[in-house]
């Protein structure tokens, strides 16, 4: 049995954060405790997007249950089993979000979560070393941000497109303004994936009060009445008790409510149903689960010089490699996607509602990410902030069974709208005369779908997620909500929960620069409680 000040429960996005943070202070002792492994030889080089997507040694590998919705389907949900969590595997795109959408967080009852409280913590992440200072951006902070340097005329030809089409560019998409067409700000430097294990572990790794355990699967809150005491894990064939002051669940938006869950703390019909206690009934654990739903348009291409397809095949594979090696540039050195376009459905709209990822290659397979045989293209959209509610919940008391993951995708009107406008904008852009050296003939879905319910139908058999599960312990004060502002779990003392989990709503883009910030804002929480704990002892002590 062990005892800490502070247990951190997940090393990924916001645990290594906070661990990091936390252990600034060598008065608290701080146990961080990761599932997976230390490292893999494939994180450091930012393709790992790809090479890690269906490897267990680094990614749980979950699946969703199949849905009507899409096509009954089982659709892989990737997360990060590695010290760096998603950050690790993820795909590098670095988006902060809308400042509307903190400012709705707040509204909802999030208090001090708005983009004023905010914009500080993402200021204070950053290093964009693109960046001058302006805009609200950071120059100091410990995660380097690039724009993608890679050249291709075809990115230019998408910009004169996105123009023609009647699209803005835009120069930095991370300040006020997110709408336009833009070259990929991604969490790579000098070639190197910006992991928050690279950029807020290594430093603290020799902290003698930051203890690290890796390959440590934890099976159980322990609760004495209604508060947590600390946690109980399994590593090899031994288990362990660690007990704390505080326990900080970071495991993200899939395994955190299923750890509530085991725990017995959660809805009770769904605890019974699997022969579980329930010691703390709290009905919205595991619901008000979102993600986007990606859907992607392929074009073959004329000229496969502007084609990764060509260029990264065969010799050119070694051709790319050999470039990443010498000047950590070409094909490995890319992010998911070196542009992206933030637009609006409707004009009328007072900020964008779809993100559109523009690739220069296709792949053939999304659970392998192998590239197709022809010279392609892909553009991408899903809908920023969806409607759609889904839920995760445990399907057994064993902690080592995968929780039922249930998406709901398109089961609102408003998201079916905004997903079909957003592919017809896609082919908007790629119809556009600036594109006619480039552009071939749509392989996929292909000309024959047209009307907006073979749009919809197409989608719904054949999109995927785009890896960005939130929600499920929404943060707010009304009985739909799991966490409270302070990131105190309802009803209970000493446990809290710091991940995107606690997201009220999804933020508008990738969800790795909103899960860091967490990290961020849950440091600063705990160190303001830190210090008013000690002078409250103080005083009475002195009295």
């Not at 409280?117 to 693109?130: G, K, N, T």
């Not at 807020?200 to 099976?219: D, G, K």
């Not at 009307?451 to 929404?474: E, F, K, M, V």
Request: glycine share 8%; with cysteine; aromatic share 8%.
């Amino acid at each position: 049995m062990q005892r800490y000040d502070y247990v951190i429960v997940g090393a990924g996005s916001a645990g290594a954060v906070l661990a990091s943070r936390l252990s600034e202070d060598p008065s608290l002792q701080i146990l961080l405790i990761e599932a997976g492994v230390e490292s893999h030889p494939y994180t450091r080089m930012p393709l790992s997007f790809g090479l890690l997507i269906d490897k267990p040694d680094a990614n749980w590998l979950y699946e969703s249950e199949p849905e009507p919705n899409t096509a009954h389907r089982k659709i892989p949900v990737p997360r990060g089993k590695i010290l760096g969590g998603s950050s690790a595997i993820n795909g590098l795109v670095w988006v902060r979000g809308q400042p509307q959408d903190y400012d709705t967080w707040e509204k909802m009852g999030a208090r001090s979560w708005g983009w004023r409280d905010l914009a500080p913590l993402f200021q204070r992440i950053e290093h964009f070393v693109d960046g001058d200072g302006s805009n609200g951006r950071g120059r100091d902070g410990p995660l380097k941000v690039t724009v993608v340097s890679d050249q291709n005329p075809l990115y230019d030809a998408l910009f004169d497109a996105g123009k023609a089409a009647g699209y803005p560019a835009n120069p930095d998409y991370n300040s006020i303004n997110q709408e336009g067409v833009v070259k990929t700000q991604a969490s790579i430097y000098q070639g190197r994936r910006m992991s928050v294990a690279h950029c807020y572990l290594e430093p603290a790794r020799n902290r003698p009060n930051l203890h690290i355990v890796t390959q440590a699967h934890v099976s159980r809150i322990v609760l004495e009445g209604k508060r947590c005491t600390g946690v109980r894990y399994q590593r090899g064939n031994e288990v362990f008790t660690a007990l704390a002051h505080e326990t900080v669940l970071c495991a993200g938006g899939v395994a955190t409510p299923q750890l509530l869950e085991l725990s017995g703390i959660g809805n009770p019909q769904i605890l019974q149903e699997q022969g579980i206690a329930v010691l703390h009934a709290l009905p919205a654990v595991g619901e008000n689960f979102r993600d986007h739903l990606n859907a992607r348009i392929v074009w073959r291409l004329k000229d496969p010089r502007v084609s990764y397809n060509h260029m990264a095949r065969g010799l050119g594979a070694i051709t790319q490699m050999m470039k990443y090696i010498t000047s950590g540039t070409g094909f490995m050195s890319l992010p998911s996607a070196p542009m992206l376009a933030f637009l609006k459905t409707d004009p009328a709209m007072a900020s964008p509602d779809v993100q559109m990822h523009l690739v220069p290659y296709s792949i053939k397979d999304p659970k392998t990410r192998k590239l197709q045989d022809f010279p392609s293209m892909t553009i991408s959209c899903y809908q920023l902030r969806p409607e759609s509610l889904g839920s995760i919940h445990i399907r057994s008391a064993d902690p080592f069974t995968q929780p039922a993951i249930r998406f709901n995708f398109l089961s609102d009107p408003i998201d079916q709208k905004a997903m079909v406008d957003g592919f017809r904008m896609m082919r908007s852009i790629v119809a556009a005369a600036p594109m006619n050296p480039y552009r071939d003939v749509e392989f996929a879905p292909g000309e024959h779908v047209q009307s907006d319910q073979d749009i919809l139908d197409w989608i719904r058999a054949n999109a995927h997620t785009a890896y960005h599960p939130i929600g499920t312990c929404r943060m707010g004060t009304g009985s739909d909500c799991v966490v409270d502002p302070k990131l105190r779990v309802h009803g209970l003392a000493g446990l809290r929960v710091a991940d995107a989990s606690i997201f009220p709503t999804m933020p508008s883009g990738n969800t790795n620069a909103p899960a860091i910030m967490v990290g961020e804002k849950a440091a600063d929480i705990l160190k303001a409680s830190q210090v008013l704990q000690k002078r409250i002892q103080g005083e009475l002590e002195v009295a």
